[in-house]
């Protein structure tokens, strides 16, 4: 496994669903049942990215079944048919060389569960969703715990040895740093390793 930061192409899914433009209601409904999954890229030419159709665009069709009142745009994919006419576009995507952080502030900004992973050209390359992003909690233990030691401890202007024990990705440090103003800097260090849940210092000045 690399070491942090871990980019959206190790965590993505290759193999993708996705929609012709003039893909039926009926065919998306299907093949979103089918995937098990909430959203599907819609794509144009020869695999570039033009927008995403959900459940939610879906949903419309129902929502306005007996009434008329509404927000236009809603109102209008009430009677789309086809997934050129019920996408939301542009597409929120990212690109596979984004760090899962980037991902997942791209998700919680946006309001999304899964993204269209792009190339530089709009093409499609993967999806990752929400459940992708949290794989790096899947890390083990000690490996956690190398990359601390190797990444981070022997990185800093420490000359004291500090101890790492990992627990369910919870980093415990102890020992005793030069001067307490390091210890914001460590806990952000170590932070910011991949698959770590929590970190507790148990720290002396030395």
Do not use: C
């Not at 290759?14 to 433009?21: F, M, Y």
């Not at 709009?122 to 490996?143: A, I």
């Not at 390793?193 to 210092?201: A, H, I, N, W």
């Amino acid at each position: 496994m690399p070491e942090s930061p871990y980019t959206v192409s190790e965590v993505m899914t290759h193999t993708v669903v996705a929609v012709g433009s003039e893909a039926p209601f009926k065919e998306i409904v299907g093949l979103l049942d089918q995937w098990k999954v909430g959203a599907l890229p819609v794509l144009a030419g020869e695999g570039r990215v033009v927008g995403v159709v959900s459940e939610a665009d879906l949903l419309h069709k129902e929502e306005f079944r007996d009434t008329d009142e509404g927000d236009l745009a809603e109102r209008a994919k009430a009677g789309a048919v086809t997934a050129d006419e019920l996408m939301s576009t542009p597409a929120v995507t990212v690109h596979a060389d984004a760090t899962i952080a980037e991902a997942a502030r791209i998700m919680a900004r946006r309001h999304v569960k899964r993204l269209p992973v792009v190339d530089g050209s709009g093409m499609l390359q993967g999806v990752v969703s929400r459940g992708d992003l949290l794989k790096v909690f899947l890390r083990p233990d000690q490996e956690i715990a190398e990359e601390v030691r190797h990444g981070v401890l022997n990185r800093m202007p420490i000359t004291t040895a500090l101890t790492v024990e990992v627990s369910e990705g919870v980093v415990t440090l102890g020992g005793s740093l030069p001067e307490r103003g390091l210890v914001p800097v460590l806990a952000r260090a170590v932070r910011a390793v991949e698959g770590v849940v929590d970190v507790r210092l148990d720290l002396t000045r030395r």
